[in-house]
């Protein structure tokens, strides 16, 4: 059975600073050839992809969060990461780690408050 789990969410003020985690559990082989997304649900509205990392190491990201997020990946740990830089209120949401493989993988999530 596959597991993903996400951790490093928090509250932080504006401006702020956090480093997301999404980790694979060792029963998923093929994590260096999958793509992994990390997405976002805001109360209310529907979730949305933030970015992106394929196999190969190319990287998208939503255009809200360009100059700001950074997503990258450890194959050797089964986990992909995602910094988050100069946080905005508007980032507040759960955050969400999806494996794409023959079917998706999604975690519980991790809540992302930005106030001040």
């Known amino acids: 059975q596959v597991h993903v789990v996400e951790s490093g969410g928090g509250l932080v003020h504006p401006g702020g600073s956090l480093r997301l985690s999404c980790l694979v559990s060792?029963?998923?082989?093929?994590?260096?050839?999958?793509?992994v997304g990390w997405y976002r649900q805001a109360e209310g509205t529907e979730r949305e992809l933030v970015a992106r990392?394929?196999?190969?190491?190319?990287?998208e990201y939503v255009e809200s969060v360009k100059g700001r997020f950074i997503i990258d990946r450890d194959n050797a740990k089964n986990m992909v990461r995602l910094q988050m830089n100069n946080l905005k209120p508007e980032d507040t949401a759960t955050y969400y780690c999806?494996?794409?493989?023959?079917?998706?993988?999604w975690g519980q999530g991790t809540q992302v408050s930005v106030s001040s």
């Open positions: 060792r029963s998923f082989r093929f994590f260096d050839t999958a793509t």
């Open positions: 999806n494996l794409e493989a023959a079917e998706n993988y």
């Open positions: 990392i394929t196999y190969s190491g190319r990287t």
